[in-house]
């Protein structure tokens, strides 16, 4: 009977969060669903609906300056500074690992110098490119090949339209002269006059002048000079008969394409990154430098949005996409995150009043950064905090997908959606921490100060409950009470309505505080003072932790110590010493963690440094029970797991994950003091790591701006384990089954199938050396030759390495060297040749060198047999001799008695 397999802890990758988009052109197909972005070197096509990675295309090791996607999404044209364009034919591919397969079609070298800007035009046949040499250029999409190319610009071209216009016959003629933003025009002959539809190219540089280009007549149609710096965007409204231009003059222009002059000049007092038409030209939207979309008439150039709060820096909006077929506008900003913007508030507008900002539908972070700390929310642990080296808290979704996510396609909340953003804190958080329930989290920052924030997801609602200030330096440690309160209380049934009772905060002024939470009135912001505070360290204190029943805290610092306090008095309780380097976490053991050897009633604590070690103490004595060593570089965060025994006969204790700054996450049982396992999915400092509360689940996040769901598949790997061995001692009876009947038929397939080499062994020996050898049998029996005939090619290899090994012994080489010219004889050469490793533990065996090593030990079994038969003829010589020797001495004695 099998016996169950040995528990060792065992975690698998879950989920993966990964960057999405790091800077650079970005692109929407007009059906909103596939958003091509820039990531690196590489681009990625996403499902802007569901989160979903739909391909992965590699770059060509050079920067990419600008991608565009054919508006039906069947086209992708790739630039970058390798002078290359590359143009992919993107086709659904629902068998394959991604659904959708990019074909590379051609790879073509636009111009002399990088492309800056390109457009495609709506029918997605034509591309414009225009370049840092100031040329411009059309390109057939299919065919590849350019059908225009104009010159004229004297700088880079930074803006490109296409556009359809009517009576073109009252187009400006090219060699028209620009004065002052006035054109002076020349009679036009002929049927010019006529209302036809005339296809127009406008070019925008950073000269600040605007070029109309006829692709009919291959030529200039006007040049539009108001500007007096980088054009970044031009769009054109048909109903309105209308070109706009945005520049990072400070304002917008927009001309009057029947006579090319300036119909009006609107005064932004930002720089213009992004402008086009909305509500079929009656509204104009802008983006730039302040980071808010605002809105304007096209009539008298007034703006209906409310005026707006200044954003930050990184908040500038480096470009808004814009099709007349979505709902909503996609800002692209300097902080490498995107926000869809509501155009329902326009559907009715009155364009004499005034209007709040346009709502944001959703946010998208096109990358997290640097995660240094991260913690699960909510009463189900369905969201995840992230302090992402920003001033604001980015709340994300952990629940999966559904189907009405998938159709509302803006704002579905799946797996890794940005939830909301909390804002308050003046610079970068360095740490946060959760209550038991999920719904009341505490953040520190560099800005001095602690928040407190009210989190209910089921309502929306996040928002700060209280600020906390009082310390001279930067917050890098905080905790809350994780003590849960008794069941029917009020506080367990409504945890929202009941804040946590304190907070301790720790700082690089050396010195840890509590503040009482429960003395501040609602509706109070702020703390005003601490209700105590200790000097407690001689260096900056990292991290802080409270122990389960709130009635001591830690503090861990630079120092090389850790210190123990009452949460009452403050008073110091115990030191822990032993660190060599600086103390980066400290973590209690939960109520039910098993005790190490003889550790008492008082608990345990687990502490990581910068010596590259996990301790573990004794919080009776402040001893050292245990010191776990294993990561190559800092440890910066330990949690303890929950303790969930398998059956009676785990026989693991107390297990302990750490994250260090070699970017491994590592899972130790303090009842071995080894290590369970090694998780590696970062290429950075792992800062971050939180355990869920039920599931024992993993969560970790790094400086690659990864973040990791490891899933505790402990149970599942015992349990498959223990099948293994049962299906494993099955198999063995069977073949123990077929050997003692003389199916040896069935007996070689099992006895190759279980890889058992001495069962083999024995088969084919009882074979080869039997009494009842069939004649016309090269193995000695017929049976055992259609076995060796029809082997699969991953069970003939394996023979073969088996018999490569039986082959180094003298003992076994008879038979090996039988079974082998049965194979040989069996199958053609051709597919003997062709044979491949398939099993990990053939990786390292060639098909050279397991017939190499054939070769050689068969030319030494070769020598030795010749060897024998030399000396098998000196014997037989030595043996007549003797017999005629023999012979003659019996003669004599013969003749001696008959005398």
């Not at 035009?121 to 090949?145: C, E, N, P, S």
Request: with cysteine.
């Amino acid at each position: 009977m099998a016996q169950r397999a040995t528990v060792k802890t065992t975690y698998d990758i879950d989920r993966i969060i990964q960057p999405i988009y790091t800077g650079g052109s970005i692109a929407l197909s007009r059906d909103g669903r596939v958003l091509a972005t820039c990531l690196g070197e590489d681009v990625l096509l996403t499902d802007l609906a569901t989160g979903e990675e739909l391909s992965r295309i590699e770059g060509d090791g050079e920067t990419i300056t600008t991608l565009s996607l054919t508006p039906s999404g069947s086209y992708l044209i790739v630039c970058s500074r390798s002078l290359s364009m590359r143009i992919y034919s993107l086709t659904p591919s629902p068998t394959e690992e991604t659904p959708i397969r990019a074909q590379l079609v051609r790879t073509l070298k636009p111009h002399s110098s990088p492309v800056v800007t390109s457009v495609v035009d709506k029918t997605g046949t034509l591309l414009a490119t225009g370049g840092a040499d100031g040329i411009v250029k059309i390109w057939d999409i299919r065919g590849g090949f350019v059908t225009h190319t104009f010159h004229g610009h004297s700088g880079v071209i930074s803006a490109l339209l296409f556009f359809e216009v009517e009576n073109p016959g009252q187009d400006v003629d090219s060699r028209s002269q620009s004065l002052g933003g006035h054109i002076k025009r020349e009679a036009l002959q002929g049927k010019s006059a006529e209302t036809t539809t005339g296809f127009r190219l406008a070019s925008g540089a950073e000269d600040g002048k605007i070029r109309i280009w006829n692709l009919h007549k291959r030529s200039s149609v006007a040049v539009l000079d108001s500007h007096v710096s980088v054009v970044r965007s031009l769009d054109f409204s048909l109903e309105e008969n209308t070109l706009v231009s945005g520049s990072r003059d400070k304002t917008v222009i927009l001309w009057d394409v029947r006579t090319w002059k300036i119909r009006n000049t609107i005064p932004i007092l930002e720089a213009v990154e992004s402008t086009g038409f909305l509500s079929k030209g009656s509204v104009i939207y802008t983006g730039g430098e302040n980071g808010r979309l605002r809105l304007w008439t096209t009539t008298g150039g007034r703006e209906i949005t409310k005026e707006q709060e200044i954003g930050a820096e990184t908040e500038g909006i480096v470009d808004i996409i814009h099709h007349e077929s979505l709902p909503y506008l996609l800002s692209v900003h300097a902080d490498q995150t995107l926000a869809l913007h509501s155009l329902i508030p326009l559907v009715n507008i009155l364009l004499n009043s005034s209007i709040d900002p346009l709502p944001i539908l959703r946010r998208i972070s096109g990358t997290h950064d640097e995660v240094i700390d991260l913690a699960y929310i909510g009463l189900d642990r369905s969201l995840l905090a992230l302090a992402t080296n920003l001033e604001d808290i980015r709340i994300i979704s952990l629940t999966p997908p559904s189907s009405e996510s998938a159709d509302a396609g803006v704002g579905g909340k799946y797996f890794g959606a940005d939830v909301a953003l909390l804002k308050g804190h003046e610079d970068i958080i360095i740490c946060l921490d959760t209550d038991w329930s999920g719904h009341w989290l505490a953040t520190g920052a560099k800005d001095n100060t602690a928040r407190l924030w009210r989190l209910d997801p089921e309502h929306d609602s996040y928002t700060c409950h209280a600020t906390f200030t009082g310390h001279a330096e930067s917050l890098g440690a905080i905790s809350l009470p994780h003590s849960i309160p008794p069941i029917n209380s009020p506080a367990y049934e409504n945890p929202l309505e009941h804040p946590p009772q304190f907070l301790i905060t720790g700082s690089q002024d050396k010195t840890v505080k509590r503040w009482d939470i429960s003395s501040i009135s609602k509706g109070t912001k702020g703390a005003s003072r601490a209700t105590y505070t200790r000097k407690a360290h001689e260096k900056d204190i990292n991290a802080i932790d409270i122990n389960h029943n709130s009635t001591l805290f830690a503090s861990a610092s630079q120092d090389r110590t850790v210190k123990i306090y009452s949460t009452d008095e403050g008073e110091t309780q115990g030191v822990l010493r032993g660190h060599r380097r600086g103390v980066w976490t400290v973590k209690f053991a939960p109520k039910d963690a098993p005790a190490i050897g003889s550790s008492g009633s008082r608990g345990l604590i687990a502490t990581g440094s910068g010596d590259k070690t996990v301790k573990i103490w004794n919080l009776a004595d402040y001893s050292c029970l245990l010191t776990l060593e294993g990561h190559t570089n800092n440890v910066l965060k330990v949690v303890w797991l929950a303790n969930r025994p398998i059956d009676t006969r785990d026989k693991r204790g107390a297990q302990i994950a750490s994250a260090g700054g070699d970017g491994l996450v590592k899972v130790w049982d303090t009842a071995s003091g080894e290590i369970a396992c090694t998780l590696d999915n970062h290429t950075d400092r792992v800062w971050a790591l939180a355990v869920h509360p039920t599931s024992n689940a993993l969560v970790s996040g790094g400086g690659d701006s990864v973040i990791t769901f490891w899933d505790d598949t402990t149970s599942a790997t015992v349990n498959a384990a223990t099948n293994a061995e049962t299906e494993r001692v099955e198999l063995d009876q069977r073949l123990q089954n077929f050997t003692h009947t003389g199916n040896y038929r069935e007996a070689i397939t099992l006895a190759l199938q279980l890889d058992q080499p001495a069962r083999l062994f024995s088969l084919f020996k009882s074979v080869v050396e039997g009494e009842a050898q069939e004649p016309e049998s090269m193995s000695g029996l017929k049976a055992v030759d259609e076995v060796l005939t029809n082997l699969a090619d991953e069970q003939l290899f394996k023979l073969l390495l088996r018999i490569r090994d039986w082959n180094t012994n003298a003992r076994t080489a008879v038979v090996a060297q039988k079974i082998l010219w049965t194979l040989v004889k069996s199958h053609p050469a051709s597919r003997l040749a062709n044979l491949k490793p398939a099993g990990k533990g053939e990786a390292k065996s060639s098909l050279r060198e397991v017939l190499g090593a054939l070769k050689a030990y068969t030319e030494r079994h070769y020598r030795r047999m010749e060897e024998l038969v030399d000396e098998s003829y000196l014997l037989d010589f030595t043996l007549r001799e003797m017999d005629e020797v023999a012979g003659a001495g019996a003669k004599t004695n013969r003749i001696t008695l008959l005398a």
